[in-house]
């Protein structure tokens, strides 16, 4: 990461530097200061915006944690992984750490899941005969984790609510799409070299009810015009986050929860986050200005565009690829390219809506497998890269096929 943000920089500056010398393009280097200025305002701006929606929903899901509702959740996910961690044994710690993480990306809650996933490597590391090299196991977990498998990606709804979008959750059903995608690719893809027999009726159990629902949904939007589906996924979006806030109230209740209490102590954890952002959201927001005003991001796209216009397709989805391109390399890097695409663009844009489903259909495989397997020590991750990298193109591709049918009349 530390190569990549200096070389972003660099590049900008070569670019420059020919620019002034060759085409005598002198006031480049102004352009580029004034973007790197006004981009940095760009990410206080962002950070203040979204301090409020931030802590608002960290102190909802400390009220969950307290009301038991995420351990209930981890229970009733851990067949799931006893079919698709056979190596695990029944009733081992690490079926438990394995399903809150995944409870916790599920929710969105990209903060919680880390330290969660860590736990659950550690666990898994306590089974690993060959402690530098990854297990099936680690590997199932950690493709899982880099295709991405979030139900409510809370964090793009509130950026682009900050952004200005009229409806900031319509992309929920294209992201859910893409983001299914994803996940089923990477499943299917460790299965497949793992040779996992995923006829068992605790993964048919799973699989088989969500495949037809998405199918269903797929074959309704097929029917229907691109108002009726922005509606529609703007309608459910809205009415399950609803639904999820009034859950987690009712348990509490029902669970005697000082829920005040557990909210303010949420809401302050949340404000950390927020802050804690801010850092990295500024580091690369200025790093993407630079490329983008002294015109080597622009020459990138151009490329892209000129061959994908050579073969004849739609060139639209180009503008937003940058974000999906980052992703793979690091979380910090594709937001602030997100942001930054619906900061030129406009939120609701083609290009607004692909980049944030590029965001949420797709995970920092190069970060999490560095950050997960070196905390337990792997050298040889067998073929995770291979699949993580292959639910990334999953998402990747549904996430365009999906954006032309949603968005693309």
Not at 289 to 310: K, M, P, Y
Not at 359 to 387: D, K, M, P, W
Request: with cysteine; proline share 3%; glycine share 8%.
């Amino acid at each position: 990461m530390n190569r990549l943000w200096s070389a972003f920089f660099f590049i900008a500056f070569f670019s420059c530097f020919y620019q002034a010398i060759f085409l005598e393009n002198v006031g480049i280097f102004n352009e580029v200061l004034s973007s790197l200025f006004a981009m940095a305002k760009v990410a206080v701006d962002i950070c203040i915006g979204l301090l409020g929606l931030m802590v608002f929903w960290c102190g909802l899901m400390k009220i969950a944690e307290a009301s038991g509702i995420m351990a209930k959740l981890s229970i009733l996910l851990s067949p799931l992984f006893r079919v698709l961690m056979p190596g695990v044994p029944k009733g081992h710690p690490a079926i438990g750490s394995v399903t809150l993480n995944m409870m916790a990306n599920i929710l969105g809650l990209d903060n919680a899941a880390t330290p969660l996933g860590i736990t659950a490597m550690k666990d898994l590391q306590t089974l690993n005969a060959r402690p530098d090299t990854a297990t099936n196991a680690q590997i199932m977990f950690l493709v899982i984790n880099t295709s991405s498998v979030t139900l409510f990606p809370v964090t793009i709804f509130l950026f682009r609510a900050q952004q200005g979008a009229v409806n900031p959750t319509d992309v929920f059903l294209p992201i859910l799409l893409a983001t299914s995608a994803s996940t089923l690719v990477g499943i299917l893809a460790v299965a497949f070299i793992q040779r996992l027999p995923l006829w068992r009726f605790g993964f048919l159990i799973y699989v088989v009810p969500a495949c037809i629902l998405l199918i269903s949904v797929i074959a309704w939007v097929a029917g229907q015009s691109a108002q009726q589906i922005n509606q529609f996924s703007a309608t459910v979006g809205s009415f399950s986050l609803l639904l999820v806030i009034f859950i987690f109230l009712l348990v509490a209740q029902i669970k005697k929860v000082a829920v005040y209490d557990c909210f303010i102590s949420g809401a302050k954890e949340g404000a950390k986050v927020t802050l804690t952002i801010l850092p990295y959201l500024l580091a690369m927001l200025v790093a993407i200005a630079a490329l983008r005003s002294s015109g080597v991001l622009d020459l990138l796209l151009a490329g892209i565009r000129t061959l994908v216009a050579f073969f004849g397709g739609d060139v639209r989805f180009v503008d937003a690829l940058p974000t999906a391109l980052i992703k793979p390399f690091s979380g910090a890097g594709s937001r602030a390219m997100m942001v930054e695409s619906m900061n030129t663009y406009g939120a609701d844009s083609f290009t607004g809506r692909l980049a944030s489903m590029f965001q949420g259909s797709t995970e920092t495989t190069f970060y999490v497998l560095a950050v997960y397997f070196g905390s337990v020590g792997i050298r040889y991750g067998r073929h995770a890269i291979f699949c993580g990298l292959l639910a990334d193109f999953a998402g990747i591709l549904a996430a365009i096929l999906v954006a032309y049918h949603f968005y693309g009349g």
